[in-house]
Nanobody
Framework: QVQLVESGGGLVQAGGSLRLSCAAS????????MGWFRQAPGKEREFVAT????????TYADSVKGRFTISRDNAKNMVYLQQNSLKSEDTAVYYC???????????????WGQGTQVTVSS
């Protein structure tokens, strides 16, 4: 079992920045690929970013490429999502997820956190 707890969400003006954090416990963190997903009201949950177990490879959705950065600290069992140049369309609940392989498909992720709200005001 893996437990994931997100933090760092909040209200920010368009153009601002936030850093989301996800704390993992349970199974050996370094054996897991990690991902961030988001879900806006009335929409499907969508892929944002993923990072491999070592942190050596990352993949981003086109909508956030160049603005968001995913990173991890295996010594601290943490994964992060740095969000810059935020737009109103980034408003959503952001979820941290864990998988045995790095993927953009939510069906590949076994463990999920409860989410943190990000609201971007224009």
């Amino acid at each position: 079992q893996v437990q994931l707890v997100e933090s760092g969400g909040g209200l920010v003006q368009a153009g601002g920045s936030l850093r989301l954090s996800c704390a993992a416990s349970g199974r050996t963190f370094s054996s897991l690929a990690m991902g961030w997903f988001r879900q806006a009201p009335g929409k499907e949950r969508e892929f944002v970013a993923t990072i491999t177990q070592s942190g050596g490879d990352t993949t981003y959705a086109d909508s956030v490429k160049g603005r968001f950065t995913i990173s991890r600290d295996n010594a601290k069992n943490m994964v992060y999502l740095q969000q810059n140049s935020l737009k109103s369309e980034d408003t959503a609940v952001y979820y941290c997820a864990a998988s045995i392989w790095s993927s953009s498909r939510k069906s590949d992720y076994t463990y999920w956190g409860q989410g943190t709200q990000v609201t971007v005001s224009s």
